[in-house]
């Protein structure tokens, strides 16, 4: 079936990159002269030291984080697709698989601006969820059973056109 709207997003912010590289870049080097200065000078690290086995163990284990954190947003992408029978969303590597909504199961739809909402996925006590990687627009879809989602977009006017005519149940 060919769809009426596709959109991929990934963290593309030079800001966002800048705060995350640093942060990775310091926590990387405080371990790694850490380890130089109790193990290469023979000074202990700190006013109570680990023991040397313990501090590379640490070391190891908070740089493995950094990398990891590094991979996870390097590799997030936001996937949204529209077509005539509903909509389909990803967010890897957090939502692996596609997750699907029925045409039949979206009661609405609506433009959202948001603001200090703040990027990945956000969830309410009530089960309504907010997934974004850029900007502050997206579409709200409320369905029949009252929980909302919105889908951050760059493309807001096509993503509101694919879901009239989702609605409409055409495919021009």
């Known amino acids: 079936m060919k769809p009426l709207f596709e959109e ?3 963290y593309t912010q030079w ?12 926590v990387t080097g405080v371990f790694m002269n850490a380890v130089y200065v109790q193990l290469v000078t023979g000074n202990p690290w700190g006013d109570k ?15 493995s984080c950094m990398i990891i954190m590094l991979l996870i947003f390097f590799n997030s992408v936001l996937e949204i697709t529209v077509d005539r029978s509903g909509v389909s969303y990803r967010y890897f590597p957090l939502i692996r698989s596609w997750r699907r ?4 199961n979206i009661q609405a739809y609506e433009l959202k601006k948001y603001y ?14 907010t997934i ?5 627009t997206g579409v709200e ?6 929980i909302k989602l919105v889908l951050g977009t760059q493309k807001p006017d096509e993503f509101l056109n694919a879901l009239k005519k989702m609605k409409n149940g055409r495919a021009d």
């Not at 030291?49 to 740089?63: C, G, R």
């Not at 909504?101 to 039949?104: A, K, L, M, P």
């Not at 974004?132 to 502050?136: A, D, L, P, Y």
């Open 116 to 129: 200090l909402q703040g990027y990945g996925i956000k969830r309410d006590l009530r089960g309504n969820k």
């Open 132 to 136: 974004n990687v850029k900007g502050n």
């Open 49 to 63: 030291p680990l023991s040397d086995d313990a501090l590379i163990v640490y070391a190891l284990f908070m740089i």
């Open 101 to 104: 909504i029925d045409r039949e």
């Open 15 to 26: 800001w966002l990159w800048l705060i995350i590289v640093s942060a990775a870049v310091i």
């Open 141 to 146: 879809l409320v369905m029949f059973d009252g």
């Open 8 to 10: 991929k997003q990934r």
